[in-house]
């Protein structure tokens, strides 16, 4: 039997709510008596019906509970609540005159912390209520801790994600600038000679036509040569080879241009930016991934857009990145039948600049799409993404720029990215 006085001389628990479910109410009393002795703030039920109104209206730090009540018998109870995500993590201790085995398994099985035989002895109870509110308080602060390792750890891919990112777009800025300054001289040159060389053929072809006319019969020997080295053929094919190279140079003196641009070298970060420059110079560096069968049809539908203050450098990744995913998608089709289509489209609506690009292709699948800006996350196969492009444009898009970027897709369809910029704020700030 429980004895009718209670020791004096407690150490003082933690403040918690208790739930006491209990049908005799002499129990319900003594209980009830005994822990709010000992601090404990302390409500109760009679029956398991009012017990589960009583846990969903206030969810209690730790419950009492009798196994033979009148409607709901107390594995029934238990049951009940550890089904419920928000009460599962709360401890129940069974208090029962059933004293076999079974009945304490079958209390465990239910959900049951732990398991006291009546009658009781109120220094085991208080221990036991002591010991699993300790146990209820240290899971809380695991579970807090859990989540902020999760935090940190989503925190730590992020950054990884940047520095990685960083690395590599430092990387290429170096190669531009190597590029720019080792190619830029010879295509220079050509280019400067290739214009007085070709005026220069044009008097040597006006030479041999004057000698020609001059000179109509020539020796059998020299017959013989100019029909060897077919002296017609030349003199017509000559101009359009040097113009070729003349084309060629103009072509590698435009993509070193856009190359520059792209990078934005030996400019400040921040800067004003021809947002359909940076489009089109960006297409022009993707131009041998668009053009080879079947070629992908460029769309625009430009909008009268202000010089937008941002980052121009990354606002250039995160148009490498969409337009590369673009053509990643289009790539993938299968369909001869389907004309490859990328289209960009610009606004300006309420202070914001919006870029969007769409593809017809293969689309998004469902499932993955809550984890496409993932950092390390891609759908590519292994080897040719590391999953930070999307997660790289996130970051410039959305914390560099205080912006929006979304994506709609319907698979077998195609996909469109959407990005606004706001054209104020860096301004302003």
Known sequence: MAPSSFPIEQPTPMAADLLIVDDTPANLRLLSEMLQTQGYGVRKAINGTMALKAVRSLPPDLILLDINLPDLDGYQVCEQLKQEPAFKPIPVIFLSALSEVEDKIKAFSSGGADYITKPFVVEEVLARVEHHLELAQLHQELTAKNRDLETA????????????????????????????????????????????????????????????????????????????????????????????????????????????????????????????????????????????????????????????????????????????????????????????????????????????????????????????????????????????????????????HHGVLDFTSEPGVGTTFKMGIPMNLLRDS
């Open 153 to 400: 750890l989503v925190q730590l891919k992020k950054t990884q994600a940047q520095m990685i990112q960083q690395e590599k777009m430092a990387g290429l800025s170096q190669l531009v600038a190597g590029l720019a300054h080792e190619i830029n001289n010879p295509v220079g040159f050509i280019a400067g000679n290739l214009s007085p060389a070709l005026d220069y053929t044009h008097i040597l072809l006006d030479v041999i036509s004057r000698y020609q006319a001059e000179l109509p019969q020539p020796s059998p020997e020299l017959q013989a040569f100019l029909d060897d080295v077919e002296l017609d053929f030349v003199r017509t094919d000559l101009p359009h080879l040097m113009q070729s190279m003349h084309k060629g140079t103009e072509r590698l003196k435009s993509l070193l241009l856009a190359l520059r641009i792209f990078a934005h070298l030996d400019e400040s970060e921040v800067k004003q930016v021809d947002v359909h420059k940076s489009l089109d110079n960006t297409l022009r560096l993707l131009d041998h991934r668009l053009t080879p069968a079947p070629a992908i049809t460029i769309l625009k539908e430009y909008a009268d857009l202000p010089h937008l203050t941002c980052y121009g450098r990354k606002l250039n990744q995160v148009f490498l990145h969409l337009l590369n995913n673009a053509i990643d998608a289009l790539r993938q089709r299968r369909d001869p039948a389907v004309e490859l289509k990328i289209a960009i489209k610009t606004s300006a609506i309420e202070d914001y600049c919006w870029i969007e690009i769409s593809d017809n292709g293969v689309g998004i699948a469902p499932e993955v799409r809550s984890q496409l800006f993932d950092p390390f996350y891609t759908t590519k196969p292994i080897g040719q993404g590391q999953g930070l492009g999307l997660a790289t444009s996130y970051q410039i898009v959305v914390e560099d």
